[in-house]
């Protein structure tokens, strides 16, 4: 066994988990008991949303210290079940490293969800929270217009700008720009309405909770982190309308 290898392999399953959105805590569990079923004698971890810095001994005395840049990913939910089940299907078999490497890539090259759902989701989000908050049938259907567009730009940046801050000022400023130029085109009546729902398509309300529920499992660090990157999203959010309603309002 080639114990460099195996802790690459296993840090390979913790970073995909972190970027698909589980917590930290998740993550050191994962991997101490990957590494444990291992024989290794002791793993000390340092985890946090942007990196993993793992220190393990193996029962030959051999010590192998390995440290992980995590980028920013999307949540996947789906990808995080089965690495999940691939942790513990390492617990019990403790696969080689050949074996595991495979099971890994058959995980990661799993189809992502249809596109098509993304951009329903968007639509019954955006014409839904535009009718929550007091808009018309009209003004939801300019909402999911909205919305759609948005979905195709967003997907677009995903491709070429790594950047969260800029991705979320760029396009709430196209809601806000899109919702008022539909409603002075008489395809909405309440352009506020409007730019709501569709805003509530950026709103990373799942990234404040993951933050406190790590904060909660006393991982005040990554809790931290998370929070602040969600404000710095909503601070993105709010410079982007405002830009839009600044220049609607000289026109």
């Given at each position: 066994m080639n114990e460099e290898i195996i802790l690459k392999e296993i840090i390979d399953v913790g970073q995909a988990m972190l970027e698909c959105g589980a917590e930290v805590s998740?993550?050191?569990?994962?991997?101490?008991?990957?590494?444990?079923?291992?024989?290794?004698?002791?793993?000390?971890?340092?985890?946090?949303?942007?990196?993993?810095?793992?220190?393990?001994?193996?029962?030959?005395?051999?010590?192998?210290?390995?440290?992980?840049n995590v980028r920013a990913g999307a949540n996947d939910f789906d990808k995080l079940d089965y690495l999940?089940?691939?942790?513990?299907?390492?617990?019990?078999?403790?696969?080689?490293e050949e074996d595991l490497a495979v099971k890994f890539q058959d995980v990661m090259s799993r189809e992502s969800t249809g596109k098509w759902k993304f951009y329903i989701g968007a639509l019954l989000i955006g014409a839904g929270f535009c009718v929550f908050y007091g808009g018309?049938?009209?003004?939801?259907?300019?909402?999911?217009a909205v919305a759609l567009i948005v979905m195709a730009v967003s997907r677009m940046l995903q491709r070429l700008e790594d950047n969260g801050f800029i991705k979320d000022f760029v396009l709430s400023f196209l809601i806000g720009f899109l919702?008022?130029?539909?409603?002075r085109l008489g395809l909405g009546t309440h352009s506020s309405a409007v730019t709501i729902g569709?805003?509530?398509?950026?709103?990373?309300?799942?990234?404040?909770?993951?933050?406190?529920?790590?904060?909660?499992?006393?991982?005040?660090?990554?809790?931290?982190?998370?929070?602040?990157?969600?404000?710095?999203?909503?601070?993105?959010?709010?410079?982007?309308?405002?830009?839009?309603?600044?220049?609607?309002?000289?026109?």
């Amino acid at each position: 066994m080639n114990e460099e290898i195996i802790l690459k392999e296993i840090i390979d399953v913790g970073q995909a988990m972190l970027e698909c959105g589980a917590e930290v805590s998740r993550c050191e569990d994962s991997i101490k008991r990957m590494c444990r079923a291992y024989n290794a004698r002791s793993c000390d971890l340092f985890v946090l949303t942007s990196c993993i810095m793992a220190t393990v001994q193996w029962q030959n005395g051999k010590m192998t210290t390995q440290i992980r840049n995590v980028r920013a990913g999307a949540n996947d939910f789906d990808k995080l079940d089965y690495l999940n089940d691939l942790s513990r299907y390492v617990v019990r078999n403790r696969p080689s490293e050949e074996d595991l490497a495979v099971k890994f890539q058959d995980v990661m090259s799993r189809e992502s969800t249809g596109k098509w759902k993304f951009y329903i989701g968007a639509l019954l989000i955006g014409a839904g929270f535009c009718v929550f908050y007091g808009g018309t049938m009209l003004d939801a259907a300019a909402a999911g217009a909205v919305a759609l567009i948005v979905m195709a730009v967003s997907r677009m940046l995903q491709r070429l700008e790594d950047n969260g801050f800029i991705k979320d000022f760029v396009l709430s400023f196209l809601i806000g720009f899109l919702s008022a130029s539909l409603t002075r085109l008489g395809l909405g009546t309440h352009s506020s309405a409007v730019t709501i729902g569709c805003i509530m398509l950026l709103i990373s309300g799942l990234g404040v909770t993951n933050g406190i529920r790590d904060v909660l499992h006393r991982d005040i660090m990554s809790g931290f982190l998370r929070v602040t990157n969600a404000c710095l999203g909503a601070a993105a959010i709010a410079c982007g309308i405002m830009l839009a309603m600044m220049l609607f309002r000289r026109v």
